[in-house]
């Protein structure tokens, strides 16, 4: 309970401490002591005495009313998945919301991966909180190849998506925007910690990724939360060379109380990347017309702008 004491105060402590006088329409002064708003500037705002606030940010948040929580979300300027956090942070405070995690007990029927398996022109796989890729189509394991080689992989064979990013150096060079993908991927796994505290596999995660990186380190101690993640992702590909590709994150629910989500990866029609990605998906369909072509990897990449160049013989 000490630990999650400790997270609802840094939460709080971080968002306030973001917040200028100015921005939340107070007086400002030159001296002051503390970045942001002080807590008895966050009470007036939320309505609520000095102490009460005082003790709620020290972590004290388990009998507090929703209507109580929606005035703070509003005077620290919580966006909706800070807002979330915030309330799956109380959630798991309270005495009927500390059942374990069933999360990590859900397997995936195989419908899901007939589904993955008929999506031949996107890459798509599935992801636990924790960011375990739990099971994938031909062309996300091509799409995503570094991950799956890399040597961050389980004893399973199983990616995970935050341990690839934050300990395989090689992961820099995948991704074309790896501060980004860094932070969003911390702010994910802060997200998740709120809504399973007593995950013990997550908890490992994090203890390994913070011992290990001091990157993670330092994005996770900013205590930023993630929720949904969709957009334009850019990647090098190790072989067909840049790709712009734009992707999504959809909730696919599952027996007990486990959410895992579907991402998926497609490209702009009649985009270079489009092309590309249909070169990956050419070398990963298990097609006989695949199977017994006569040509080379390179020579079918050889026309396509920012592709691999033939080795030399």
Known sequence: MDQQRAEIRDFLASRRAKITPAQAGLPTSARRRVPGLRREEVAVLAGVSTEWYTRLEKGHIGGVSDDVL??????????????????????????????????????????VQWLLDAMTMSSAFVRNGRTDVLAGNALARALHAPMF???????????NIARYIFLDPGAQDFFADWDAAASATAALLRAEAGREPRDRALRDL?????????????????HDVLIRHDGV???????VGHLELTFQSLD?????????NLITYTAEPGSASEERLKVLASWAA???SVRT???????????????RPPEPA
């Open 286 to 288: 298990p097609s006989a």
């Open 206 to 222: 994090v203890g390994e990724l913070s011992t290990l990186s001091p990157e993670f380190r330092g994005r996770w101690a900013a």
């Open 70 to 111: 929606d005035a703070v979300a509003r005077a620290l300027q919580l966006d909706d998945d800070e807002r979330t956090h915030l309330f799956d942070l109380a959630r798991s405070s309270r005495p009927e919301g500390r059942a374990p995690s069933r999360r990590r007990d859900a397997e995936l029927p195989p419908q």
């Open 149 to 159: 080689g890399s040597a961050t992989i389980d004893q399973r064979g199983r990616p």
């Open 233 to 239: 992702k850019r990647l090098r590909h190790p072989d």
């Open 293 to 307: 072509a006569p040509v080379t990897r390179d020579h079918r990449t050889a026309g396509l702008p920012g592709a």
């Open 252 to 260: 696919l629910p599952l027996p007990g109380r486990a959410v895992h």
